[in-house]
């Protein structure tokens, strides 16, 4: 268990640096709801399959940088800090980027590495100076309070960034431009931390096993979350039902619901513990079935938003407040790149390389049916997280 190690009076300006961090941390829901534009009018010969991977595509880079990163501070080459500022910079670059590049289907690949470069080094170990730096009882709160603001965050990015999106397609990118006066902030207010002595490593705690089993966990559930998103404005497209700006409401409204349930996390944790895993799943599973009964409602499409909103902000804080509890700063950098970006990020790459792929083979190119199947496939997950609870109880 980490020990609060802030300098008195420091935690709070530290506290305020990490929340308007987490503020910038949802991108992509200012970018999704531009997928049915870019597939059928920016490139129309490119398949809806192909548009989605690219532009899913910061997931795996995060992957990639986030690992990167994490060793670059195991081996005491460069700082926690320095990276969390260094990832801020570069989700603004992306905004900057989309000005000048945004003719060819290649400048959407660009804007995709770019960001998801920035968004592996910023939000891991933005996570991580917050478990190093706060006892227990204060990061069940900061858990619960970094869910507010990423949602509060993503409810501007999603409403502003559908709304750019109707005025040009790479609107929903020029949404990271609001990570660049965080950078001041963050240069201010993150403490100095000394670099990793390379000579320590053989004394540094080794990666409990709930590590891996959180973000096991973690990436399934980013797998079949994203089929959600992914999928919308295509589904509204198909029920008549709206554009992107109704997308981005959606998404808006999603994180809404995120916002309620990061106020209530600390109760329903201290309630629920992991009993919170499969209860996420199951809402999850409720949420796509409406999609696929009501395809031409758009109450109950935002219904299924709002419920899939709880069930993303029940489950990551409660997976990241139990990883928290067993990490150290020796081992924090690992533990929050794993879960932050090698789970999140390759659950949300694969997710329409195999859900969309896989479920477009069984059923055709409806997104009704890519829901339900998706749906049976949460509560699959959900039944075996009970039975794997149980049997670790008895063990």
């Known amino acids: 268990m980490t020990n609060n190690t802030v300098k008195p009076g420091y935690n709070k300006a530290l506290m305020w640096t990490i929340l308007l961090i987490a503020m910038v941390q949802m991108p992509l ?67 900057v980027t989309a000005f000048f590049f945004n003719t060819e289907f290649w400048h959407l690949g660009l804007l995709s590495v770019v960001l998801g470069i920035g968004l592996g080094m910023c939000l891991p170990n933005a996570q991580s100076i917050m478990f190093d730096n706060f006892d227990e009882k204060m990061r069940q709160f900061m858990s619960g309070m970094i869910t507010v603001f990423l949602n509060v965050g993503g409810v501007v990015m999603s409403v502003l960034g559908g709304f750019l999106i109707t005025v040009v397609w790479y609107g929903g990118h020029l949404m990271t431009l609001l990570a660049l006066p965080i950078v001041a902030i963050a240069i201010i207010f993150i403490p100095k931390a000394k670099k990793m002595d390379p000579g320590t490593m053989a004394q540094r705690s080794k990666l409990p096993h709930s590590v891996f089993y959180y973000s096991l966990l ?25 554009d992107a700006a109704t997308v981005g409401i959606a998404s808006a409204l999603m994180m809404v619901g995120g916002a309620t349930v990061g106020l209530l996390f600390p109760k329903l944790s201290q309630a629920l513990g992991d009993k919170i895993l499969p209860i996420a799943y199951t809402l999850l599973f409720v949420g796509f079935s409406l999609l696929n009964l009501f395809p031409t409602s758009l109450v109950m499409t935002m219904a299924a938003m709002l419920i899939h909103g709880l069930a993303l902000n029940m489950f990551m804080p409660c997976c990241l407040f139990n990883v928290s509890n067993v990490t150290d700063p020796s081992n924090s950098s690992a533990a929050t790149m794993l879960v932050l970006c090698v789970a999140p990020g390759s659950g949300g790459f694969l997710s329409p390389i195999i859900m969309t792929n896989l479920t477009y083979a069984l059923g055709g190119d409806s997104t009704r049916f890519r829901y339900q199947f998706t749906a049976f496939v949460c509560l699959v997950i959900a039944a075996l997280i009970i039975l794997y609870s149980k049997r670790a109880k008895k063990a």
């Open 218 to 242: 973690i990436f399934l559930f980013l797998m079949v979350f994203n089929v959600g998103a992914m999928n919308l404005s295509t589904h509204l497209a198909a029920g008549n039902i709206g």
């Open 29 to 95: 829901a200012a970018i999704m709801p531009a997928i049915d534009l870019v597939a059928t009018e920016v490139f129309p010969a490119r398949s809806l399959q192909s548009v989605q991977t690219i532009m899913a595509l910061p997931n795996v880079i995060t992957v990639i940088s986030g690992v990167a990163a994490a060793m670059l501070i195991r081996f005491g080459m460069t700082s926690k800090k320095f990276i969390t500022v260094l990832g801020l910079a570069l989700m603004g670059a992306t905004g």
